[in-house]
């Protein structure tokens, strides 16, 4: 047998399907390793590698205790933790060269969540009837290389149109194992970013710029993932310095929208000690789903982004309570940090005649910052728009300054 793919799933109803998958993969030559994530009944027509007795034992408790916690969710809740100690201690033992999971709504949450644990560049495939519709995708995929496979069927019976989608899933596992690429050791030289549409043509001009200088790029969408996955790589020293050109993940607790970013963004680079370039690039608005703006913001200048998304401008309230949260997250950075901010506005509505154009309320922000910030954080002003390639290039600049002045 050559590597070894873990294959999780609640053996209770799903063990037929996770039997025939692992067959399929064992017949490509690959090892498995079976996890029962079952919480209530015994497996269907399957032997797992790792009972649910002992699956159950990885986070301090035990079956018969998950089965007795009260509520299924809390039950599920339990599950997972122990089912993610248990799978990062096998890759830490070397035991998983891949992972994979099918199940339904708890059973693709428990499998998908134990994945997450996996590094970026682990093969990770999760199979599932609700990955697909209006679900949300964030307990599928979290801030990892999740591939998602909707199984157009539900799991349940080998029919011809699951015995498809499972012969293609091993064939996907197969390819990915045995030609893939795990994640590679950085040059050094290797600088994280963070952009929107709002700020795609900046960032672009600041690429270009930044490898002129002999750096590499690697851009983050500020989707309210990207940010904290950039955080997460950052914290595995896959970087050098970060370049935070967009950074709406920050505003957006606030109002609710769905740009999350999560407690912690735009202080896990200071804790590491990176360099890094602040720049309040779409700070001004919120993001949320056409259809579902809260009444409480219904009154506010709005922004349809494209049929999916609407844009929502911060109040100017909230642009200086923007400022205050700013200067609170960045004073405790132990590394060294720069704001650049561009005056003519911060996203591409803040423009004259825009329907975000509010200079008062954007001054406001820079004001509170100003009061609050640590003094010897540098800001720098800039006449631009934030989507200025000008701009790009300026705050490329002061990164590769940045960067230079850095003790060897």
């Not at 873990?6 to 025939?20: C, H, S």
């Amino acid at each position: 047998m050559g590597k070894t793919v873990v294959l999780i799933g609640t053996l209770d109803t799903k063990g037929p399907e996770i039997a025939y998958l692992r067959d399929r993969l064992q017949s490509h030559g690959l090892s498995t390793i079976v996890i029962d994530s079952g919480i209530l009944g015994e497996p269907l027509d399957i032997v797992p590698d790792i009972a649910h007795e002992q699956s159950a034992t990885y986070a301090g408790s035990d079956l018969e205790s998950i089965r007795k916690a009260g509520s299924r969710g809390k039950a599920v809740e339990m599950m997972q933790a122990s089912l993610s100690n248990l799978v990062l201690e096998l890759y830490q033992n070397g035991k998983v060269d891949a992972s994979v999971s099918m199940g339904g709504a708890e059973g693709a949450v428990m499998g998908a969540s134990a994945m997450m644990v996996l590094p970026v560049g682990i093969p990770k495939v999760l199979v599932s009837p609700i990955a697909s519709g209006h679900h949300y995708f964030g307990p599928l995929v979290g801030t990892r290389d999740m591939m998602v496979v909707h199984s157009v069927v539900d799991i349940l019976g080998l029919n011809p149109i699951a015995c498809s989608i499972f012969d293609n899933v091993a064939g996907a596992l197969y390819g990915m194992v045995a030609k893939g690429s795990g994640l590679v050791s950085p040059k050094g030289n290797h600088v994280a970013i963070t952009m929107l549409g709002n700020t795609t043509t900046a960032i672009m001009s600041a690429k270009n710029r930044l490898e002129a200088a002999g750096y590499e790029a690697v851009i983050f969408h500020s989707n309210g993932v990207g940010g904290p996955a950039m955080e997460e790589l950052a914290s595995q020293d896959q970087f050098i310095g970060v370049i935070d050109f967009t950074t709406n993940e920050v505003y957006d607790p606030l109002v609710g929208g769905i740009h999350d970013g999560g407690p912690d963004r735009l202080e896990v680079i200071g804790r590491l000690g990176l360099p890094q370039i602040i720049v309040p690039g779409c700070i001004d608005f919120s993001v949320w789903s056409t259809g579902t703006v809260p009444n409480a913001l219904s009154d506010r200048p709005m922004y349809d982004h494209n049929p999916e998304y609407v844009l929502v401008r911060a109040s100017s309230d909230e642009m200086a309570e923007l400022g205050r949260i700013f200067a609170r997250k960045l004073n405790p950075a132990k590394g060294s940090v720069k704001i650049a901010i561009p005056i003519k506005g911060l996203s591409i509505p803040n423009v004259p005649d825009g329907v975000f154009w509010d200079p008062d309320a954007d001054a406001r922000f820079l004001g509170e910052l100003k009061q609050n910030l640590r003094t010897d954080i540098p800001i720098e002003l800039y006449d631009c728009h934030v989507n200025d390639p000008l701009f790009g290039e300026a705050v490329a600049d002061l990164f590769t300054q940045l960067i230079q002045s850095q003790p060897s």
